[in-house]
């Protein structure tokens, strides 16, 4: 078995730093790197990308809402295409910094609330993933499984790859749960890497009601600001590789 494993990197600003983000280069295969609207700057974009291309990882956008404070975690209500427009210009600073240092952009993600809106609305996430067609078609998508973002790159005819969430609770659609509901983070370690053995072992997952869910993913995204963050990835990594698989870069994955 082959899987990617990614984490949200590149999320602090100025002097500012969130998590541990070299370390996590050390253990990961992917990394999505904040673009400066929700997080990061140029410096820190800059400064991740060179670690990651040392490292022969895969760079990928983290766009987001432009609301650092909020952490873009707040919804902003604007106009399709204008948001449209917000993750196009993301994407073209980050893909600037790779260019520059020797690397280039391989996928993106949706973050927080842009992502959830997103997720959940296809009148919202088909003109923002005709947006990113129309940037670059050979970017891949990270998607949860079953969202409007998902169908909407289908119908496009943009690759995408499904990520599994390792630290969030899923509901019966296979849609993850707001993180305003009790248990939608899952913060207990043993729990986060009994989950990922049940995905690895058997293509299952356990959603927040009880029921088991099957799933197919091609990636393994952890939390990078979280507590014990790298003690965590490098711990599912063994888990991984103990299991026979390999870690390996999504675009390698993904065809």
């Known amino acids: 078995m082959e899987i990617d494993l990614n984490a949200d990197l590149g999320e602090g600003f100025g002097p500012y730093q969130m998590g541990e983000d070299e370390a996590m280069l050390d253990i ?4 999505n790197v904040a673009c400066g609207y ?11 990308v060179r670690m990651a291309l040392a490292r022969q990882i895969d760079v990928g956008a983290h766009v987001g809402f432009p609301d650092m404070m909020g ?8 106009d399709p295409l ?9 994407m073209g600073a980050l893909a600037g910094i790779a260019k520059r240092a020797g690397h280039r ?14 997720a959940a609305s ?3 996430a088909e003109p923002l993933v005709r947006a990113l067609a129309e940037f670059d078609r050979d970017l891949i998508i990270s998607v949860s499984t079953n969202t409007e973002i998902e169908r909407a790159a289908d119908h496009i005819g943009m690759r995408t790859a499904n990520t599994f969430l390792a630290d969030r609770a899923y509901d ?4 993850l749960v707001s993180r305003k509901l009790e248990g939608a983070v899952i ?14 072992e058997d293509g299952t997952i356990t959603t927040i009601t009880g029921n088991t869910l099957k799933i197919a993913v091609q990636s393994i995204l952890l939390h990078g600001d979280t507590p014990g963050a790298v003690e965590l990835a490098r711990t599912v990594r063994g888990v991984i590789e103990s299991a026979g698989g390999r870690v390996v870069p999504v675009s390698k994955l993904v065809r």
Do not use: C, W
Not at 71 to 78: K, L, S, T
Not at 82 to 90: K, R, S
């Open 28 to 31: 990961v295969s992917s990394a």
């Open 38 to 48: 929700h997080a990061g700057d140029p410096v820190i974009m800059d400064k991740t």
């Open 71 to 78: 952490f873009g975690r707040r919804q902003i209500q604007a």
């Open 82 to 90: 204008e948001l449209a427009n917000y993750v196009v210009y993301q």
């Open 105 to 118: 952009v391989t996928h993106m993600s949706f973050h927080g609330a842009l992502g959830n809106m997103a």
């Open 122 to 124: 296809y009148e919202l």
């Open 172 to 175: 019966d659609q296979g849609a």
């Open 187 to 200: 913060k207990d370690r043993a729990a986060v890497l009994a989950r990922v053995k049940q995905l690895l």
